[in-house]
């Protein structure tokens, strides 16, 4: 799994979201840093491909998106930075809904991911009756669901307690194995303790990419 991004723009009306970025990303876990509004949400749905760019290029595997949509997005997980489950309907439910759309034949893949985040004894209670940090947590299960090679993750331990990030992080680390997460934070600590590569976008532009050791050298005091 390898992704190469060049000349990426894109605006929304007169405010500039991304500007010039040019990255390329090998199987690994990366996260990706910068402060309010500078491009990283953005940058995420470029890559899943539910934001058209402006200008510039992306590739999958070699291949430019627009000519492998459907097995980038077959092979792709993407958690949003909102979530809204219908009331309803429990985190079970949903799970096995997009497992049938997703084509997983593999049994155990529901249970197995809601025992790994923490969920069993709130598998079957409707959405309505969960807490913020439970319904993130389903958020991180359908990402995590049918194991995508690329797994795209906004803010991936907003809302979530010590024990939950712990879980997540669990998760993640047993099913990087050959894959690329990119993940954006504002949390350093969680950086430090999950991954040995960073991005940091300012104002649309990439301001640092490399090493999360050399982040401090590049630049003082990051904190976003
Ligand atoms: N749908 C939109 N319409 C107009 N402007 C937008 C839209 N989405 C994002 N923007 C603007 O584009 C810029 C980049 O936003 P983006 O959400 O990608 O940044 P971000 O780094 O993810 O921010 P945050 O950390 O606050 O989530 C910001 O200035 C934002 O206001």
Redesign the pocket.
């Known amino acids: 799994m390898e992704l190469r991004i060049r000349e990426l723009s894109k605006s929304?009306?007169t405010?500039v979201?991304l500007r010039n970025v040019n990255l390329d990303f090998q199987p690994g876990t990366i996260a990706l840093l910068?402060p309010?509004?500078?491009?990283?949400?953005?940058l995420l749905r470029c890559l899943a491909s539910l934001t058209r760019p402006d200008h510039g290029q992306l590739w999958f595997d070699g291949i430019p998106y627009r000519r492998n949509l459907k097995l980038l997005r077959s092979q792709c997980g993407y958690l949003p930075?909102e979530l809204d489950f219908p009331h309803n309907l429990t985190p079970r439910q949903l799970l096995e809904y997009l497992g049938t759309l997703k084509n997983i034949s593999e049994s155990g893949q529901v249970d197995y991911l809601l025992s790994a985040l923490g969920l069993k004894s709130v598998a079957d209670r409707p959405f309505g009756r969960l807490s913020g940090g439970q319904i993130r947590l389903t958020g991180i299960a359908q990402a995590f669901l049918g194991k995508p090679s690329l797994l795209l993750l906004d803010e991936l331990t907003r809302g979530l307690d010590v024990e939950e990030r712990e879980r997540v992080f669990a998760l993640a680390r047993k099913s990087s194995s050959g894959r690329l997460i990119v993940f954006?934070t504002?949390d350093p600590p969680d950086v430090e303790r999950f991954t040995e590569q960073a991005i940091v976008?300012q104002q649309?532009r990439v301001i640092f990419s490399g090493k999360t050791e050399d982040l401090h050298h590049h630049i003082p005091g990051y904190h976003f």
């Open positions: 929304y009306g405010q979201a910068g309010n509004g500078s491009g990283k949400t953005t930075q954006s504002h976008l649309g």
